[in-house]
């Protein structure tokens, strides 16, 4: 297409067709104001602050969402354009508040830097007091409208970005805001207080309440967020040494500009109150502060002590999926070098596994090998046991995009009613546990039907009559069959999966079973496997030889392990049957917790070492996606804390076998000459799925089937973000979903409060009668604002994956206290 | 399809409505009849003729233009002249049927004129108006009955769609074209440009929108359209449809007219089960459905990009133009958005050919002008005139001229969005660029007349108040201008406005006319600014005298008895007055106590009009000195 010439403050410059004034002046270095205009979002010319003139004609034009044309000439500074500029910027200020001075938006403001830009001077318009009620119930998000200039830009983000749908324009004239529906609370309606609009306001309209009156951040760090699986580019702002401000990073990243409730709240973790500020020691069955000097020797003499007396193989070590990248390579290789012993495994194991043994069989990679753009320019997308909403919010916004904006059909297989129900075009709600069946009947469904090339699967494939002959004892309902057509017919499809599929009994065959949907169609590229935590894909390692993290419970059981480190992992919350894991841990003779806060682990340990947040240390994560996130140092180690690469190597040098490293950076550069391509090149295989149907066995004690599920407001054990004050003021009680029928059958009503029990333990919740989940289920999220759902599972592992089955447990409920 | 056969069975259904061998009686029921009571002197007639036995057919119509005189009747009795009564009461209904069908009184003093010429009386068209008019949009309204597709096939409805299956679609766009015909809705683009580009923009499919969402204060000519004949309407849209190859056409109403909506609707029932909509129309290989979409009030929905918006299932607000609907119009596809009069002008010219057309009118703004005449004039109602006929003709003329002797003051045309003209600019014509350069716009075709009662900056004001509450709120320049200039004005209507407001107020107008988005906010100013231009004395008396030379604005006005005409034994105003602002005085003269006043002007309506006693001064300060209410005495 030919370039399109105007005259721009008396320059010629050309751009693209269908490109704006605005994009062509950015382009070429001129300067024009705007309010409302944001790279992210649909421009709308609503400020109109970015109006300039065609001196062709004497139109002035709003140059965000006017095209170029041959033959404008177009002025930025013209005196009409300063003109109108002036009166629109007066026009805001007059019915804008005079409170600058503590406005929390400060210096960052936008209005007032435009205004000081065009130079607006006295304002000859009469002031309008706009009384407008400064919203504070929630603790996330502080609404102060009589700051808002209307640019719309909250409205689009709820909109066009995290597609949550909370906000819309409301009221018309003067009296026009931005509004949830029906004008109600934030709380009530189903903002998400994600803080994509917090980042994009011009003005102090919208604020983080957390940090209200904080002041302005007087400088910026980029880095990656710690607060679930999606490694979210994220940008701390400073003022000394606190973090004041979190915004999402403008250099893109996997978030590409939005966030999520975590996220924002990251900064109530790193500063709380809780933080360990020095290492403590055990004294006469008390733990007492202690100095680094002294806690790194105690816990080097308790190791040598164990190895001196058991030999190496009584040390083991856990470490965390929190870690990064090089931390855990630290470890490891203390581990075997320093301790001598093979025993090491990860928390990553009971989120990663199961995807790792699926795929490394059949396409041979680590996890999911496309990004979420390829997600979003799916046309076909199947979601399968994972509620993103919660678990990994931004690839839920990525696929409400798909569906709203790009006409992606989304499949949902899941027995709950989640919040990608409504966008769904096919919800399938198998029962639990039976998803292998429904994928294998969806393959048989398109090998039936020829809905694949033939021909190219066997030339390209291995396996295929080994998976043909598997399918015959597959039946496809009609809503399946549906599915499959739309998925083999895709120019572009993918599936994105959870624990809801992995935490069952034989959760790798369910997900090679849905691998195998996507080697029939020749959809491999499409593969997502959502991670739980930041670096689940990083931190997970084959042991070799020694013992899974699980398996090492039942060897302190056995006294065959006697002394252990942990390092970033709370085992009581974090693995099942909290009761048996907390006993075993007592066990030890010597136990050393490296942990930000006194855990429910750390309470029991010999050595405590106080450890530091992400924002206060280098390394990486790896996401879900395979992207490598660095982490850049924001603020120093809070008081008396040392970042886990820092406490590995003192104690490495205290065991007498230091490591030849002096900063981090010396790591990576290590593990980058060990790692070559992590992908494995050759034919896909398909993997026959000897698929058991689960039995029910529910009994007349436990007659109900609980499930865990995902939840917005904490993550994982819920160790670290549980420390965040506005997260748990959001989500103090917990509560448990009870399927109407059942309800009415116990006499639940909704805020009763009742008990859940198993074999292994129990707890209380706060009754939520839903009819989102099916009857004779009943769903709490894994990690509780008091605990974690662990309490109530015993240790049954995957008999490949040696991970916990904690999706689905058997359980009583009954009704303690009736609500008023 | 068999054409011929549909239209000579119209044409027997039409005989049996209008034969001479039996009495017709026809009863405007279209909304402004119903205002009025139509339905009631509907139902008195017919259980009038049941009672009496009487073998007469009743129809109903839509409006007839003279919505001043609704309820109208027309009464056709073989032997006799068709008269139109006007004003008619249940009560006239029921005297109409004894005397006039049951004897042969034709009840004169009701008739308003004849239909057609005769000794007795004269006709209604030798009334001044029909001098001047030329109903070509309104050709059917108020002669046939709006639900019966056979009165509209008989006075040659349909056969315009006819033709056009032997034409090709550039040809269609080349008449409509080659016409002259520009966009009825106010913004005057050449209709025949707009389908081309919009045939020519190559979607993956094209619609065809009819814009009914008439939101101006005081217009009504869109609402009679649709009650009226709303099959010129939709025979306009079929062949805008195939013109620009479109499949889907929607009718956007406001929920506000339950009629229109509901005579439409039928209509296009109508339509399809005839063969005109639907699948293979009239037996050729184009197909085409009409939907009728509801508009919720949002006066801003009329602005076509809100109104896609709207249908679209968004809150109706405009965007930025370019791209225009022409090119991405509902969901991102070409879509022709017509006013009703455009489309229902349509068939006229496919059927009398494009010169026909293009010869009525003037040399930039062809055919005809309908105007819903508001305000302080005579004949209220709709009229129809050759574009370039002056104001004062339509006013005067057509309209009837200003009621009980008062000295016209002003003629607002264009709504809201249009400008308040002088007497001075009455010798204007009208068009769509004669306007324009007066400072008012075309618009729709509201024309609200006023008169020396109506003050000018409350005219603005007001105008101003409905503009501001209607804006959408997405700019900032119609959102937070037309609010600062409204308050302006609310302080000069209260008294405490400043001179500088003038100034300022004149800035921030023409800032606003540059700098809106839309043409919501670009004309919102316009009251504003030609009050200034041409009534710029009512400001400056408002500010500087604190005088309302209207005496209308509150603030600004006083209530005084003249004693010399009091009849003092009356007590008229002392009863109705609610505040009990008047008393007794002196020799029983009546006195306003100023401080309890509330400016009600209960009591000026209560004065008898012998006496004529209480007058209104402005400025307040003028009333002469009266004497103080005396303190009661304490018991």
Known sequence: ?820 | MDFPKIKSEAVADWERFRNNQKTHILVGTATCGRAAGAIDVLDTLMQKIEQRGIDAEIAQVGCMGHCYAEPLVIISKPGSPAIIYGYVTTGMASVLVDNCLLKDDPCLEFALGALEENELIPTIYDMPRFEYENRLILRNCGDIDPQNINHYIVNGGYAALESIFKMTQEDVIDQIKKSGLRGRGGGGFSTGQKWEITKNAGGKSTYVICNADEGDPGAFMDRAVLESDPHSVIEGMIIAAYAVGAAQGYVYVRAEYPLAVETVQHAIDQAKDMGFLGQSIMGSKFNFEIEVFRGSGAFVCGEETALIASIEGKRGMPHNRPPYPATEGLFGMPTVVNNVKTFATVPLIIENGADWFSAIGTESSKGTAVFALAGKVVNTGLVEVPMGTTLRNVINDVGGGVPHHKKFKAVQIGGPSGGCLPESALDLPVDFDSLKEAGAIFGSGGMVVLDEDNCMVEAARYFLDFTQKESCGKCTMCRLGTKHMLDMLQEIVNGNGKMEYLELLTDLAEDIEEGSLCALGKTAPNPVLTTLRYFHDEYEAHIIEKRCPALQCKNLIAYYILPDKCERSCDACVGVCTAEAIFSGKKRIKVVDQDKCVKCDTCVAACPPEYNAIIRMSPASSVPETEKRPEKAKK
Not at chain 1, 190 to 195: P, V
Not at chain 1, 274 to 282: A, G, H, I, N, Y
Not at chain 1, 695 to 701: A, C, F, M
């Open chain 1, 1 to 820: 297409m030919q370039p399109i010439t105007i005259s721009l403050n008396g320059r010629e410059v050309s751009g693209k067709q269908g490109m704006t004034i605005l994009e062509l002046a950015r382009e070429m270095g001129v300067d024009i104001p705007t309010l409302c205009d944001d790279p992210n979002l649909t421009p709308i010319g609503a400020c109109r602050i970015c109006l300039v003139e065609n001196e062709q004609n004497g139109d002035l034009l709003a140059s965000c969402v006017t095209p170029i044309e041959t033959g404008m000439v177009i002025s930025t500074q013209s005196e009409r354009v300063i003109v109108h500029r002036k009166t629109i910027v007066k026009l805001m200020l007059a019915s804008h508040p005079d409170s600058c001075l503590v406005c929390n938006k400060g210096n960052t403001c936008t209005l007032r830097r435009v205004a000081t830009d065009v130079g607006v001077g006295m304002i000859e318009f009469e002031r309008i007091a706009d009384a407008v009620e400064i919203e504070q119930l929630n603790p996330f998000i502080e609404r102060d409208l009589s700051k808002c200039v209307l640019c719309a830009k909250c409205i689009r983000a709820d909109q066009e970005l995290v597609v949550v749908g909370a906000i819309d324009y409301f009221n018309r004239g003067f009296d026009a805001k931005p509004a949830t529906f029906g004008d109600v609370p934030l709380e009530q309606s189903e903002c998400t207080f994600c803080g994509t609009c917090v980042a994009m306001c011009p003005t102090g309209a919208i604020m983080d309440r957390g940090r209200s009156y904080h002041g302005t951040a007087s400088d910026e760090v980029e880095t990656t967020c710690a607060y679930c699986g999606c490694g979210c580019s994220i940008s701390l702002g400073l003022k000394g040494d606190r973090i004041i401000a979190i915004t999402p990073s403008k250099k893109g990243g996997p978030n590409n500009g939005t966030l999520c409730v975590r996220g924002t709240c990251a900064s109530d973790v790193i500063h709380s109150a809780d933080r360990l500020t020095q290492p403590m020691l055990r004294q006469e069955e008390e733990l007492a502060p202690a100095s680094w000097l002294d806690a790194i020797e105690a816990a080097a003499e308790g190791f040598k002590r164990v190895k001196g007396l058991h030999g190496p193989e009584a040390l083991a070590v856990i470490s965390s999926s929190t870690c990064t990248n090089e931390e855990n390579y630290l470890l490891q290789r203390f581990t075997r070098d320093v301790l001598g012993t093979n025993n090491i495994d990860s928390s990553a194991r009971l989120h990663n596994a199961v995807n790792r043994a699926a795929l490394a069989s059949t396409i041979g990679i680590m996890g999911a090998n496309s990004d979420l753009d390829g997600l979003e320019q799916s046309d076909v997308i199947i979601v399968v046991g994972a509620d993103p909403d919660a678990s990994a919010p931004i690839v839920s916004y990525a696929i409400k995009r798909a569906v709203k904006y790009c006409g992606a059909k989304l499949i949902l297989i899941d027995p709950r009613e989640t919040g990608l129900s409504t966008f769904a075009d096919i919800h399938i709600r198998p029962d639990y546990g039976t998803d292998a069946a429904l994928l294998g009947g969806m393959a048989k469904a398109i090998v039936d039907e020829g809905l694949l090339d033939e021909k190219t699967v066997v030339e390209k494939t291995n396996n295929y009559d080994g998976l043909k002959a598997s399918l015959s004892k597959y039946t496809a309902g009609s809503a399946a069959i549906e599915a499959a057509h739309l998925y083999a017919k895709a120019n572009s499809a993918s599936i994105v999966w959870g624990t809801g599929l992995t935490q069952h009994a034989g959760g790798a065959d369910s997900v090679r079973a849905l691998i195998n949907l996507a080697i029939l169609t020749n959809q491999t590229s499409g593969l997502y496997a959502l991670e739980k935590e930041c670096n689940d894909r990083g931190a997970f390692t084959e042991p070799l030889q020694g013992f899974s993290a699980l398996e090492m419970i039942e060897q302190i059981e056995k006294g065959a392990i006697k002394s252990m480190l942990i390092v970033g992992e709370n085992p009581i919350l974090a693995f099942p049957d909290s009761g048996r894991v907390e006993k075993a841990l007592s066990l030890l003779e010597c136990l050393v917790v490296s942990d930000m806060f006194l855990t429910e682990t750390a309470l029991i340990a010999d050595v405590v070492l106080s450890s530091s947040s992400f924002a206060e240390k280098e390394g990486t994560y790896t996401n879900f996606e395979g992207r490598v996130g660095k982490l850049n140092t924001a603020i120093d180690p809070i008081a008396g804390s040392l970042p886990d690469w820092n406490i590995i190597l003192k104690l490495a040098e205290a065991m007498g076998s230091p490591m030849p490293f002096d900063d981090i950076n010396q790591v990576s550069d290590e593990i980058t000459a060990l790692v070559g391509n992590e992908s494995k090149s050759g034919p896909a295989s398909f993997a026959p799925v000897d698929y058991v149907a689960p039995s029910d066995d529910t009994n007349k004690e436990y007659p109900f089937k609980l499930l865990t599920v995902s939840d917005l407001y904490s993550l994982g054990s819920g160790t670290s973000i549980s420390h965040s004050y506005r997260l748990n003021k959001y989500t103090s009680e917990v509560y448990v979903e009870i399927a109407e029928e059942d309800a009415s059958k116990l006499d639940i009503k909704d805020g009763d409060q009742v008990k859940i029990a198993t074999p292994v333990g129990e707890l209380t919740a706060i009754a939520k009668v839903s009819d989102s989940i099916p009857t004779g289920t009943i769903a709490i999220p894994q990690t509780l604002p008091t605990g974690s759902a662990n309490v109530l599972f015993d240790i049954t592992l995957d008999n490949e994956t040696k991970t916990s089955l904690a999706k689905t447990c058997n359980v009583s409920l009954e009704k303690v206290v009736s609500n008023g």
